[in-house]
């Protein structure tokens, strides 16, 4: 990302140089907030399966939530003499991470890279508050703010991925594509069923058959004439 152009004013208590530290902060967590926002929308588009509409609803309110959250980032780089930029182009070039990479999808399998997304956001939420208390404790709430909603809302797509035990399905996944595949239904149906016992080829089946008939005539021949 390119660093910010100083403003030729701030907020009161703070140098130019320091407002501009704090907008390149705000820059890249404004990008991320949109980026996940359109995220959160794309899946609730795209899920499907069992939990179709309880995982549709749940993003809903997440969506609205994390569009608040940008506008009170791109509000705060206005105040601080900063010019704050929501188009496609500037998130696509200053952005440090790819697009979300799963298409349509079982609801739980989305969640599981869901999960990844979350993860991310709050890793580099929470290095942007560090950075931000140094400078500006404004900002630094503000960064703390956000974090209180988007560890509630990883939460609430971790409920859906825990075990019992308290094991998420998706755990050491470290792609989009494998945390899908490691939270899919199907995967943990498979792990549920025990493995059945290897089927004999239909001539073997045969050829047992004929061996065990013969082995009971054999039997039977000797007793009469012992008899």
Do not use: C
């Amino acid at each position: 990302m390119s660093p910010a152009r100083t403003p030729r004013y701030t907020v009161p208590g703070l140098g130019v140089d320091e407002g501009r530290q704090v907008i390149d902060l705000l820059t890249l967590r404004l990008h991320a907030l949109n980026d996940l926002a359109l995220t959160l929308k794309h899946i609730h588009w795209n899920v499907v399966g069992p939990h179709f509409i309880a995982v549709h609803e749940m993003l809903d309110p997440q969506t609205a939530a994390v569009r608040d959250m940008a506008d009170a980032a791109a509000e705060r780089i206005s105040a601080l003499g900063g010019e704050p930029n929501g188009t496609p182009g500037a998130l696509v070039r200053e952005r440090t991470w790819d697009d979300y990479s799963v298409g349509r999808a079982d609801a739980i399998a989305h969640l599981g890279a869901l999960d990844l997304v979350y993860t991310g956001i709050i890793e580099d939420h929470r290095d942007a508050v560090e950075k931000a208390g140094e400078i500006d404790p404004v900002t630094e709430d503000l960064l703390i703010e956000h974090l209180r909603g988007l560890e509630q809302f990883q939460w609430f797509v971790r409920a859906h991925l825990e075990s019992s035990s308290g094991t998420l399905s998706n755990a050491g996944a470290d792609t989009e594509e494998a945390a899908a595949e490691a939270a899919s239904p199907k995967r943990a149906a498979a792990k549920r069923t025990p493995a059945k016992k290897t089927a004999l080829p239909a001539p073997a089946k045969k050829t047992a058959a004929k061996t065990a008939k013969k082995a009971v005539k054999k039997t039977t021949t000797s007793r009469r004439t012992t008899r």
